[in-house]
Nanobody
């Protein structure tokens, strides 16, 4: 079972940037898709971005043009570069991994512990 550890969260003012990282602690040979979710207090968890082994990416409409997901397969690390942050981006961000081609959100079933992102206006 792959274990995921997120880092890079913090507090930033609106318009600022943060880069989240997610390190996989064990072999990811069976993982075909990774992604980022977020959950704000009182709201449902939502998919933010995903990327498959070939580098094909998917983004939620709310973050397109501002967030970039990337991966370094050599070191089993996933990234989320977040630019032009808005207060509504405030949430706990979770890294997730899955084994289904096409990366449907429901298939990302292995989760990290999360990292908090707070954006102030």
């Amino acid at each position: 079972q792959v274990q995921l550890v997120e880092s890079g969260g913090g507090s930033v003012q609106a318009g600022g940037s943060l880069r989240l990282s997610c390190a996989a602690s064990t072999s990811t040979y069976s993982i075909v898709c990774m992604g980022w979710f977020r959950q704000a207090p009182g709201k449902n968890r939502e998919g933010v971005a995903s990327i498959d082994r070939s580098g094909v990416t998917t983004y939620a409409d709310s973050v397109k043009g501002r967030f970039t997901i990337s991966q370094d397969n050599a070191i089993n690390t996933l990234y989320l570069q977040m630019n032009s942050l808005k207060p509504e981006d405030t949430a706990m961000y979770y890294c997730a991994a899955g084994r289904v081609f096409g990366c449907p959100w429901w298939s990302l079933g292995t989760w990290g512990q999360g990292t908090q992102v707070t954006v102030s206006s």
